[in-house]
Every structure is written in C-alpha cells, then in structure tokens.
C-alpha cells in the first residue's frame, strides 16, 4: 500500500487549523510570522528551561551561568522572555509589546539571531485577545510531545505550519517552500551523507532539512554535512534560519539583496551536494551585467531567463567529484530560444548531465505546470555515494519519466509515496552502480550521448523511454474469442431491440398531409 511520507503527527493538523480560525481577516503572508514567531519562541524556552530545571536539580549555582546553556548548543533566554512570563500575561491588553520585548530581548543576548526574530507584535492590526489565544493554543505544543521528543515535534509542527502557509498564499507561497516530497526525492537520489551541502537559493531551508534527516536515517550523525546556504528575500530567510534552529541544525545561510549572481555570498565554495529550486523562468536577472562571468563555463546565458545562469552557477560550486540536484520548469529540457540549445547541447557534450526526471503537474503551490529535475555531475567517470563506489557512467544520460506517479491529496495538488520516491531513486542507485539496473518502457531508458544528439539535444524523458509495456493476457486465445464472440452477440441482440422499437415508434408517427 502506498505510504504518504507526509503524514502529520496528528497534533499539526490540529494545530494548524485552531491557529487558522484565529487568523480573521488577516492575510495569510503576514500571520504565517506572526504564529511561526511564537513557535520558535516557545521551542527555545521549552529547550532553556529544560536545561534550567537539570541544572537547578544538580548544579543550582549555574542555573544562570549563561556558559551552561551555549555549551548544550542552547539559546539563552532571559527572564522576561520566558514563555511562563509571557503565557501568564498572555490576557493583558499590552501583550504584544511583551512578545517584541521578548524576541528583542533574546536577540541581544544571542548574536547569532540577530535581525531573525519577527518584532512587530505591537502594531495596532494585530488584536491583543488573538495573540493571547495564539500563546495559550501554542502552550499545547510541548505537553503533549514525548520525553526527549520536543525537538522533532516542534520541528514537525514548524514545517506542517510553512507547508499549510505556502498552500494558502499560493504562488507566493512556492518562494518559500518546497514541497517535502519532491525534496525528499531529490535528497534519496544524491544521498548527502558526509561533506558540504550547499543551496544557493535556499527559501525557507526544506533542503538542509531533508538532508539531516537523511543522515540521521541511515545511522550517520548531524554534523557530518556543513550547510551552506543564501537567500536574497530577507523575510524568506529569517524563516529559514528559524527552521533550522528549531531543528537543533546548525549552518551558514547568508541573505543579500542581490542574491547569488551578483552578490555570491560563497565564491570559493566548492560543495559535495547542491539542491536547489531556484525561481523559474526568471526574466529579470541582470545577466546584461554578467556577459564576461567565469561562471558561464558553457555559454553565456540569455538576459531573459535565468535557468541556464542557475544550472551552470551550480556547476561552478561543485567539487571535483560533486552532484546536484536542480528544479527547473520544463522548457529548459528543449527551449532552443537565446543560445539556450546551444549551452543545453555543450552541457550534454561535455559530460555534467547524470540524470533527467520528467515530474508530474500539481505537485507545487506556486505552479499547476508539470516541470523536471535536472541531476549534474561534475565527473561521471568517478564517485561515491555513500559506502559504494560508483561506475563510469560517461557517454550515458538516464531519462526517467515519473510523470505517472504520485497520488492526489486534495483538490489541487499531487503527493509522492515513499514507494514513489523508491522507484525513482532505486533506478537512478543501480544505474549509477552498475548493479541490476534495467530499462523500463514507458519509466526509465539508460540513452547513448549518441541517442540524445540524434534527438538534437533535447533532454525530454519522453522522448526516451519509449511506450509502457501493455499486460499480457494469459487466458488461452479460443476462450477469449468465445467470450468476445458471445458479447458481440450480445450487442446484436439489443441491436436488433432498439431497431424494432424505433420502427414500432415511426408506425404511430401521424403525417399531416
């Protein structure tokens, strides 16, 4: 049976919808910080005064030493801040000015936070009675979670709420958010298990996300990747930095307003893994500015569309035996318009495309389109992924065509399984490692460089796998003419009815003369 890898908990749900009652008319762009605010609020009270309570309990004279608290990787909360101090004033009409004192508070008293906390709590739309609801209905949170559980909660909790923010804003929603399980496919597919991770366009940080889930999953540690990651909207960055702290995740995500072209916030950085999805199709890029870049190692990309200055500024930042991951709208698969078959053809010929994977439409918030993943390789002759070594895949491309699979969960948009996510992956992990692969009409085609030239460069799966297999039927062919046979008499005989009852109807027609 197929298994939804994104099953809430039960409480997120929830959650989600006693916080959506609460919202009135507020536009859900400007709540999601508003309620995020405070569950990040309460996530790093619960961890302080957890740590508070042990340190009372063994060493009471370093319940205060701040050097306790840092040295667990635990922010410091101030008195004033505490979520007790706000839940027992949570009915005063000046709360929201005690929330801004609080996230202020804890932002002087913790550098790295600095400019992440949302402090606009005060201001005259937000109804002090609302936020006082929020407080005592977020107070839930860790009372029902199990013992040593509260991270993973609040981290289920965090990502269920974006997931439902990103739903309700709809296509600005997609600037932010990712759906986990196009994520999680292209996570199983690179398998970052030790090394840099790096996103250039991170949004809220579902990638990084991903990633150390990944780890955590197959035995390895948190730790054991370095996250690098950059965001030009600075309120999409504040809710990344807010996630990975909730998570206990430790990285480096750098915001500028020029974002990653032009103000490349890594420039020496060269990563084991990148995933990204970058903003698609965009027009206005300012690549005019960068005609002589170094990064544009196979052509110059159009000053009208970014998604070729994406994919080869991914490929500047991969290490020697690096792999990435990238999300891109369909055209880029065969667009010929401004040079970009050209680049697309230099690309292929000089050996950096691994794998293409065709995606199903409504599997995003902010476009019903169908659109692809691209997988980059720098050196397909070599790599690792985790403990196996893999083949020398030059003069190959995997197509596979997953445009079949997921399931609906409402109305408007479509979810993979993890069974879904296993298909994909196990074809591109045996293809890769040369062990048990095998081309599946209609799903996946290991094609020739010389295949893909024929087709003029166009890396459309469809093109290539071909036509799924029809099912054999076993049941003996005299029996299945016998059982047609008798159906067709069947329809002769009905046939023959309906005639006779029409001729019946025409008879009783009077025709005025």
Known sequence: MATNNNAPLGIEAELFKAADKLRGNMEPSDY?????????????????????????????????????????????????????????????????????????????????????????????????????????????????????????????????????????????????????????????????????????CCGSGGMFVQSESFVEAHGGRIGDIAIYGQESNHTTWRLCRMNLAVRGIDADIQWNAEGSFHKDAFPSLKADFILANPPFNVSDWGGERLREDPRWKYGVPPKGNANFAWLQHILYHLSPTGTAGVVLANGSMSSTQSGEGEIRKAMIEGEVIDCMIALPGQLFYSTQIPVCLWFLARDKSNGIARDRKLRDRRGEILFIDARKLGHMV????????????????????????????????????SASIEEVRAHGHVLTPGRYVGVEAAEEDDTPFPERFAALQAELEKQFAEADRLTGVIRERLAGVVVDG
Request: glycine fraction near 8%; include cysteine; aromatic fraction near 10%.
């Open 32 to 200: 999601k910080h508003v309620v995020l605010g405070l569950i990040f609020l309460k996530h790093i009270s619960d961890s302080f005064e957890a740590k508070h309570a042990e340190l009372m309990a063994e060493y009471p004279e370093g319940a205060e030493d701040r050097d306790e608290y840092l040295a667990d990787n635990i922010f410091w909360v101030p008195k004033e801040a505490r979520w007790s101090h706000l839940q027992a004033s949570a009915k005063q009409p000046t709360i929201g000015k005690i929330i801004d004192d609080a996230m202020l508070a804890i932002e002087k008293d913790n550098p790295s936070l600095k400019g992440v906390l949302p402090k606009d709590y005060a201001r005259p739309a937000l109804s002090a009675i609302m936020l006082g609801e929020l407080i005592d209905l977020i107070a839930n949170i860790s009372t029902r979670s199990e013992q040593g559980q509260e991270r993973d909660l609040f981290g289920r909790v965090y990502e269920y709420f974006l997931k439902e923010f990103a739903g309700s804003e709809g296509k600005r929603g997609g600037e932010f958010y990712t759906p986990r399980s196009v994520v999680k496919t292209m996570v199983e597919m690179l398998q970052p298990w030790k090394g840099r991770v790096y996103d250039p």
């Open 410 to 445: 409402d109305r408007t948009r479509r979810e993979f399984s993890d069974e879904d996510i296993e298909k994909i992956a196990g074809a591109y992990h045996r293809w890769r490692e040369g062990e048990g692969y095998e081309d599946v009409p209609g799903f996946c085609k």
